[in-house]
């Protein structure tokens, strides 16, 4: 290995790979490597500027890793638990030298062979954090199995270009819990164990960034489709096309640390409008400017304000002419004027697809504004008619989209955009077969929903009407800064589905998405009438209101609504669900929801000052037990109970007919808002759970 100092950067050489480890924010480090001519700039998710931070770059020669990192005496000396491991990597890292970098509390160390080792400075000690796992002749740090021939970093060409397929490797720490990572429809709050796919999907949201209860967030800045395996004997990072190897790290001490040392390279979240931290009412589908207002004006009557009201799907002619059907929306800009006066924003879906049949179909076509095909019939996604995605990558579409959104929707004084399907969604998730302006979809496309948003974001800020916020069914890493609301997709409405909602909501504000709401009572209803679902809806809107956003959305069967006419194309034919409005589930279940919504009104000022956090720190609304409590070991065992901000422990109901359940109380003083009650912490409890309250517990001030 060939060790050089470029101009604080450790720069590493060997058999044709470049590797360049540099610092990157406080205590962090960015690693690429590349076997192409050189590294390259872009920076994907990195998009902020950095912290300055003073790197040393030190190149040891043979045998120095033994006085540097051994010798308990010296400044450098490695915790006791690690020592004997290191004293039997002493052979491979010190007698045959090693490159060294230090930035604030994280050291990068790597051996002649390109193994590299990270720990973080802790009470006065080095203490290993992640080491890559190699199993290669004379290069490994377990000789035991160096016959193997496995390499921590494997490139793989790919044929007909300097892509490569890529696979890291790490050992895996035993004990270890690892966070956060987007968006996955499971029951596990930790990801130990798990195998994760690195793609989007409607309901699966990929944002690859991790953080570990060791005191270290790991990014991997790679778009590229691919897979990691958090296994207990490695873990393994692969992008299936890509150029070069690009991850960050950080070491901090407790996770709202890491999150905010993530959030200073990825972006803050904007300070979330006060106007929409209400009520945002939704359904499958309003389908006239009637229904919408006379929606709207009950709402008035009954004494309840929302925020904003949803118009979704198939408003329009047809897919990809983003335009309201005049048939039955004469005149959105009286609509909007009219939901203005009452204090009400407008949102209105767009999706990604357009259809043959559309007016905009064959100029952005010819233009390649569209997805491509790499064999077989120009055709990605197929639900309700002949469509091709449009491609965000290319700024030509992005000009274009907007344009045709702006004269339709924003010059009518619409506030916002539901960019539903922003996956995209696809006929098959066969993602070697598409190709953007940015390149093979294998390469790039898990950054699609980000572009996708960057279409109404980047026009809409500089228009100067305030912030920006537009809801999504998906992200990536650094998502958090285009004024993304994220939701978690057409997920069933069943218990077992709202269980993996908690998981998802805590792992998304874990990989630095605050923003982050859910269809209350899940997406996908076959009968509203069923007391069971009913059950649902509640226990889910109650979750609802300490959480980010409080929106009422689903698909509310059964079809029996006639569709207004008989086309088979416009605003009118397509079916609608059942009513979604407070009121819908009869006077029992309104009394509760709207109990609760007075609830969220009074919480206004708190839930203004959980937003302020996420804007400054990276903090989430919802949070894990153990980002308030990284002390108390038991907390790091919780994931079916949360922290809304500091100051409230909320205990959803996850299960049908459950009038009862534990939760358990770090330590302090505590307050059940249901009756009055204190507790005092450290201990686990037993309360009551009737369906009109969910347990909640308040923080007393000590």
Known sequence: MIFSNDNGALLAQRQGETLRIEAWGKDSLRVRASMNAGIHSQNWALTEVPERADAQVEIWEPGVWEKEMVEPATKNAVDSKSAAVQIAAESVLGQNGCGVITNGRIRAIVNWAGVISYYKWKEDRWTLLLREYNRNYGDTLSRESRCLKIVSREWKGLAGGENYHLNVKFESNDGEKL????????????????????????????????????????????????????????????????????????????????????????????????????????????????????????????????????????????????????????????????????????????????????????????????????????????????????????????????????????????????????EPDLGVYDFENYRYYEGSALSCSNLYPQMYSRIFYDKMSQSGDGTVVNLLRCGWAGSQKYGNVIWSGDVPSTFEGFRDQLQAGLNMGLAGIPWWTTDIGGFMTDDVNDPDFRQLLIRWYQFAVYSAVLRMHGDRGPYDIPPLDDRDWGGGYLHTGQPNELWSYGEDNYRIMRSYYDLRISLHDYIRGLYQEAHENGSPLIRTMFYEFPEDSNCWELSDQYMFGSQYLVAPILYLNQFQREVYLPAGEWKLTSTGEHFSGGQTVTVDAPIEYMPVFEKLQA
Not at 294 to 303: D, L, P, S, T, V
Not at 316 to 322: M, N, S
Request: hydrophobic share 35%; aromatic share 16%.
């Open 179 to 422: 966070f956060g990572m987007g968006q996955y429809q499971q029951p596990w709050l930790d990801h130990k164990g798990s195998v994760l796919e690195l793609a989007q999907r409607n309901s699966q949201i990929s944002v690859p960034f991790a953080v570990s209860s060791l005191g270290y967030g790991f990014l991997w800045n790679n778009p590229a489709v691919g897979r990691v395996t958090f296994g207990k004997n490695y873990t393994e990072w692969i992008a299936r096309s890509t150029k070069q190897m690009d991850y960050w790290m950080t070491a901090a001490d407790t996770p709202k640390e890491i999150l905010a040392s993530y959030t200073a390279v990825t972006g803050h979240a904007p300070m979330f409008p006060e106007d929409r931290m209400g009520l945002w009412q939704c359904k499958l589908r309003y389908r006239t400017q009637a229904e919408v207002l006379e929606i709207a004006h009950k709402y008035q009557e009954e004494g309840i304000h929302i925020d904003q009201i949803v118009i979704d799907f198939f408003h329009w002619t047809v897919q990809g002419d983003w335009k309201f059907d005049k048939t039955y929306w004469p005149d959105p800009k009286a609509m909007v004027d009219e939901l203005h006066a009452m204090g009400i924003k407008v949102i209105v879906s767009v999706w990604p697809s357009v259809d043959r049949r559309s007016e905009n179909f064959e100029p952005m076509f010819e233009r390649g504004l569209l997805m491509k095909t790499e064999r077989g019939a120009a055709q990605t996604y197929d639900y309700q008619g002949d469509c091709v995605e449009i491609d965000p990558f290319n700024p030509e579409t992005r000009e274009y989209v907007w344009k045709v959104c702006k004269r339709n929707y924003y010059d009518y004084g619409i506030d916002a955009f539901w960019l539903d399907n922003s």
